[in-house]
């Protein structure tokens, strides 16, 4: 190369240098400007400031209760106490993730001490998720997906279980089936994963759906959120609420709860916060300073239980997962349970486990159900 085109040569390296340096900065830039994955979500979260320092008078007792033939549990996400007040009823996930394919009860009822005195189940769910115990006994379990591509194939006669709620005596017979089972879809006939059912006092039966929403962050035909209402019969009533962050909107209810009054608690885990609403589905409050909710629980004094599985720097920042205990009157925090340890953390990372379900005896003991790398149920007594 001679000196006439040496100088033209090393200046278009120079140029081409500086655009690719000039791109460089402009991407760490956009990624730096990129909010985290879970700071997407309603503005007025930010203006809370984080609850993880508060009294916890609880200890903490991992792994109770034991199923029977020895079996090991999987992911529980579904608890609820039953009507006397002292046991337990739990939706095992069949020593797994999954039921398809499985050739036991997911359904299992525990006394006080931890052993399983009834269960059933086997064959008629995929994936158990969010429970009730009404007020007749009856147990009522949201069946929150369809079996999967490879699931089918290994066990192509799993097509009519999944995205469904299905009420059991509490021998477990089959009262009533809401949705469609296997098939996906929009109310009233069908749910599209959905994620907790509950029973009003006048029978009224209300279903959280959709469980996938929480990780979508642009609207689209598939950004689904809602909570419906039907009669106690299954007759369907109505829908309220669509995907999405200002009040009324969801980005995955994930949980419900009824107070003493009547209203309707929704978790609304993607926006990490609580709403609340009558039981026409007019909102009514929006409270951030319980977190990240996974799962809700009132008991008969308006004590609020609501447990955060996920909670980390990533998908919630500046809180982290365990279990706050306030009022379901007046909205304040007064307790906060701190995650245990765990090889890996619960959720989508973070530190330490906390479960996803919870629920509350009449003795005060709460108990928990653990979905991920720590399984079973985890029981939480005063000190």
Known sequence: MNNATALPFRLTISLLTLVIAMGSIQLVQ???ARPARGAIGPPEHAKVKPINDLPNPYQTQRDWGTLPDDRQWGSVSGVHVDIDGKHIWAADRCGTNSCVGADVDPIVKLDPDGTVVKSF???????????????EGNVWIVDARAANSRELEKFPNATNIGHQVIKFSPEGEVLMVLGTPGKAGDPPSHFDSPNDVLVAPDGSIFVADTHGAQFQSEPGPNAKSRISKFAPDGTFIKSFGQWGFKDGEFRSPHALAMDSQGRLFVAD???RRIQIFDQEGNHLDTW???SRISGLFIDANDTLYAIDSESDDNYNPGWNKGLRIGSAKTGKVDYFIPAHKSERPSGMGGIG????????DKDGIIYAGEVGPIKGLTKFTKK
């Open 269 to 271: 885990r993607g926006n």
């Open 121 to 135: 189940g086997k064959g008629l769910i995929a994936w158990p998720h969010g429970m009730e115990v009404d007020s």
């Open 288 to 290: 951030y300073q319980f």
């Open 30 to 32: 956009a990624q730096q």
């Open 353 to 360: 486990s906390m479960g996803e379900g919870v629920t509350v």
